[in-house]
């Protein structure tokens, strides 16, 4: 792998020079692709679709490559475990749900690097997916980490009601939704309170920025540095 300044002490500078020379050129070395400004360009087209649904015929049509290509690219950064995908909680289902995959890079940070700023971007919605991103690679690594048989999927039905992730193992059945916010509103609940509508067992849990535990319609909302370090480790293992 090329070097990386990580003396810097900026952390940006760090993530700039590692989406630079390591997901960009390092892997044209490696000639996985044939041109690394093509595929540079499918990297920032990719920073728009973290912790969005994936839609490869839209993808085809923003990069104006052809969908083999685009399909081809996306396999490569899962291969490199650069990015991942989550599927859809189906489990006994009532409600119809979307097909698509939800897509995520590896890192908040490698995210932030390489999606684009300007004047038409909303910064919070950047800082939205940056968390939810965060709260994922958090949940992933634990199940990893444990060896654990969770699942780790997200709820999307076709009528737009949404979860962001989905917690489901032998004794653990947890949806939770990630927001932004310092406070919680009651539309913040509302996919939460739909999928326990369909599943009465699950725990309900939403990750706020703000400060304070508390309880609102069934739903635990946490401060999401506290879930982080304090709750999500003592979450039960299969």
Not at 135 to 161: C, N, P
Not at 171 to 177: G, L, N, P, T, V
Not at 198 to 212: C, I, M, S, T, V
Request: charged fraction near 25%; glycine fraction near 6%.
């Amino acid at each position: 792998m090329l070097p990386l300044a990580w003396d810097n002490t900026s952390p940006e500078a760090v993530l700039t020079t590692y989406t630079a020379l390591y997901l960009k050129e390092e892997i044209q070395a490696e000639g996985l692709v044939r041109n690394a400004g093509d595929f540079a360009g499918f990297l920032e087209v990719m920073s728009f679709s973290h912790g969005s649904l994936l839609d490869l015929n839209t993808i085809s049509s923003e990069c104006n490559f052809s969908r083999s290509t685009v399909s081809n690219y996306l396999q490569i950064l899962e291969d490199m475990l650069l990015t991942y995908t989550l599927n859809v909680f189906t489990k006994k289902a009532k409600r119809a749900l979307t097909s698509h995959p939800k897509f995520y890079l590896f890192d908040a940070g490698v995210f932030q690097a390489l999606r684009p700023g300007g004047p038409l971007e909303r910064p919070e919605e950047i800082n939205g997916a940056a968390l939810e991103g965060l709260v994922a690679q958090h949940l992933k690594a634990r199940i990893d980490d444990r060896q654990s048989d969770y699942e780790l999927t997200f709820r999307r039905t076709r009528g737009g009601s949404e979860v962001d992730f989905v917690l489901y193992g032998k004794d653990c059945f947890i949806a939770f939704e990630v927001k932004n916010g310092d406070a919680v509103s009651r539309n913040d609940l509302s996919g939460l309170k739909a999928f326990k509508d369909d599943y009465p067992e699950a725990k309900l849990f939403l990750l706020y920025r703000g400060h304070g535990s508390l309880m609102q319609d069934e739903v635990l909302c946490v401060p999401v540095q506290e879930f982080l370090l304090n709750v999500l480790p003592s979450l039960p293992s299969s």
